[in-house]
């Protein structure tokens, strides 16, 4: 039997996947779904546990697999309930998850990459670069492994990492989570960000029913290229146009993220250059404050400012709403997750690390 370390987690297979295996091992095809109703369902933490399948079946699991659910290894609380986990993620190093509580909602919001190769000038995950994409098991570890997973509500991946850049992974976790055979959430209840990847965007929309969330932040083409260099390569015109292009309904929205930056991108004629842009898309824009990183000249806009700029947008017949800051004192809030020092380290120097930031 080989050492744990070096078996393969069942964790983040789909079910196309579990009957591959269970096909390899010679075993009934009712047994992949026997398996992934342990999985997702029943949420096990052993194969051992999967008392229904014969035990020649689990002894020949047991030689090449594991369960791979694994336990955040420190948490945060913020004063206004917010938790952010730190979950190790073997030899590529560790992520954040950051759980939201609010009266009508609970919110996870969820990591799909160790860093971020985006550059954001903004986002101190960007300034980490990118260390290694998670796979399916590692993003729906962060689902089933939450304290608090019975009580959620809701699920955004708007953690570390752009999740259009790690398409595949997202998509299989996306399936299990929402197929009958996995968890069967509601696709209504997940949001995906981008900052608009043009050909994994148009996939996602046409293979999932999940929320879609753009990160526009300004529509200036000049300007975004300075806060984001992807714009370099997918500018804010063929976004809007792959979207109009897909059309969105009641039952599902697109959201346009937008972080507001004193002095340069909340002014009257980004509103009405907002307007002009997006008309024609039903969608909702999504303030939010920016939260300060170190080496960066950005400012955020000041209240006042912040809401003349939504009452702005909303008199232009555009759905506008201001996220709140949640989690800011533990760097839990938007823009502010990073595991810089996780990567190659002992697990005692990560935690340390993370206390530390």
């Known amino acids: 039997m080989l ?7 069942l964790l983040g297979k789909t079910l196309s996947q579990l009957l591959e295996i269970t096909n390899e091992m010679g075993l009934s095809k009712f047994t992949a779904r026997q ?21 020649v079946g689990r002894q020949m699991l047991n030689e090449r697999f594991e369960v791979g659910r694994k336990s955040p290894v420190t948490v ?35 990591s799909s990459q160790v860093g971020c190769k985006m550059r954001c000038l903004f986002c101190m995950t960007g300034k980490q670069g990118l260390q290694a994409n998670l796979t399916a098991g590692e993003i729906i570890n962060q689902v089933l492994s939450l304290p608090e997973r019975e009580q959620l509500t809701n699920i955004v991946y708007m953690g570390m990492g752009e999740p ?5 992974a997202v998509m299989a976790s996306l399936k299990i989570l929402t197929e009958p ?40 083409e000049a300007e975004r290229k300075m806060l984001m260099p992807v714009s370099h390569k997918y500018n804010i015109a063929d976004i809007i146009t792959e979207l109009k292009a897909q059309g969105f309904d009641r039952q599902r929205r697109v959201s346009f993220e937008y972080i507001v930056f004193s002095g340069l991108n909340d002014t009257p004629k980004h509103v009405k250059e907002l307007a002009r842009i997006l008309n024609g898309v039903k969608c909702h824009v999504n303030l939010i404050r920016f939260h300060p990183i170190p ?15 939504k ?44 206390l530390e930031t």
């Open 3 to 9: 050492p744990s370390l070096m078996k393969e987690s």
């Open 35 to 55: 398996i992934s109703d342990w999985l997702y369902k029943k949420e096990v933490l052993t194969i051992d546990e999967m008392t229904n399948l014969s035990k």
């Open 76 to 110: 945060q609380s913020s004063e206004d309930g917010t938790k952010k986990y730190l979950y190790m993620v073997g030899e590529k190093g560790a992520v954040e998850a950051a759980y939201i509580p609010e009266q009508n909602r609970n919110t996870l919001c969820v």
């Open 164 to 168: 259009m850049d790690n398409l595949e």
């Open 181 to 220: 055979w996995g968890m069967n959430w509601a696709p209504k209840r997940i949001t995906v960000s981008t900052i608009g990847i043009i050909p994994a965007m148009h996939h996602f929309i046409t293979t999932s029913k999940a929320h879609l969330a753009v990160s526009l932040h300004t529509p200036f």
């Open 295 to 309: 080496n960066t000249p950005l400012q955020g806009t000041n209240e006042e400012s912040l809401m003349t700029f």
């Open 311 to 354: 009452e702005a947008l909303v008199s232009k017949g555009i759905f506008t709403t201001i996220r709140a800051s949640r989690g800011q004192d533990i760097d839990a809030a938007c823009g502010l997750l990073s595991t810089k020092a996780g990567k190659g380290l002992q697990l005692a120097e990560t935690q340390k690390s993370i």
